[in-house]
């Protein structure tokens, strides 16, 4: 096997439906040579024991298994596992879509001081903001074809420009994912990890770019909406808050500072 160009890397808890999705569009649609790094947060349900016969049948698959849910930062142990050249940190509830990979990497190769996310597509009403289509609000309705022809027919076709974005999944070296020593494990479950991470991205002087032309659908909050209501208020008021004190301003000042959707030409 070449050496891999991407770590495909990611942390999960309770995702089986989501993560058999997951790595059967990475296996599809992935064009460059990559391999796939996945830590357990602490699954109770039948999680662990399918990625340990996977890890038996894909060769370019590793596992880690940890013994709680350390929240989207876990992820840092799958970058560990990792021995490509970048770093592409996803969440189990997206299904990347044909070619998703091909303007990521030219984008890096082209310039090592930026890191690169994907369009989402989205079920209808699940964030605003984002490209809206139904092929399913879940994993149980997950309708694959129906994505691909809406995706082959419309957007692939649009020929959307690069825009500065903070989101997940995030592509980036290995060496400047190292150099901020990836994500803040203190944010817990709360989602400000990301902004964190691209916070301290914007810090040394790393820009956070959307590639116009790759894109994930996104089921949105999927690992996140398996803790009771009162727990997943109190981590999101947590990490705001944590995100607050560590930079002295709240995220919503800091994604206008960036200039969140404006156009990069580079």
Not at 219 to 242: T, W, Y
């Amino acid at each position: 096997m070449n050496k891999p160009l991407f770590g495909i890397c990611l942390c999960c808890h309770n995702d089986l439906l989501y993560l058999k999705i997951f790595i059967d569009g990475i296996q599809k649609n992935t064009s460059v040579p990559y391999e796939i790094c996945i830590y357990d947060n602490g699954s109770s349900d039948s999680t662990i024991g399918w990625l340990k016969s996977k890890e038996k049948q894909i060769n370019n698959l590793r596992i880690r298994l940890g013994n709680e849910n350390l929240g989207i930062s876990a992820g840092n142990y799958a970058v560990e596992m990792s021995d490509a050249k970048y770093v592409f940190n996803f969440c189990p509830d997206m299904y990347p879509l044909p070619n998703y990979d091909i303007e990521v990497i030219k984008l890096l190769e082209e310039d090592n001081r930026i890191s690169v996310s994907s369009n989402w597509i989205v079920p209808p009403g699940a964030m605003v903001g984002y490209q809206q289509f139904n092929a399913g609000e879940d994993c149980q309705g997950f309708n694959r074809e129906k994505l691909l022809n809406y995706y082959q027919k419309s957007i692939i076709l649009s020929k959307a420009k690069n825009k500065i974005n903070c989101t997940h999944p995030i592509a980036i070296s290995r060496k400047l994912w190292d150099s901020v020593k990836g994500l803040d494990l203190n944010y817990k479950t709360s989602y400000a990890a990301e902004w964190d991470f691209h916070r301290k991205l914007y810090e040394v002087g790393i820009k956070s770019i959307q590639a116009g032309n790759s894109y994930v659908y996104h089921f949105v909050s999927k690992s996140f909406e398996q803790f009771p209501e009162a727990k997943r208020n109190a981590d999101c008021q947590f990490g705001l808050r944590l995100f607050r004190e560590k930079w002295g301003e709240d995220g919503a000042t800091f994604l206008r500072k960036v200039g969140i959707g404006n156009i990069y030409d580079g």
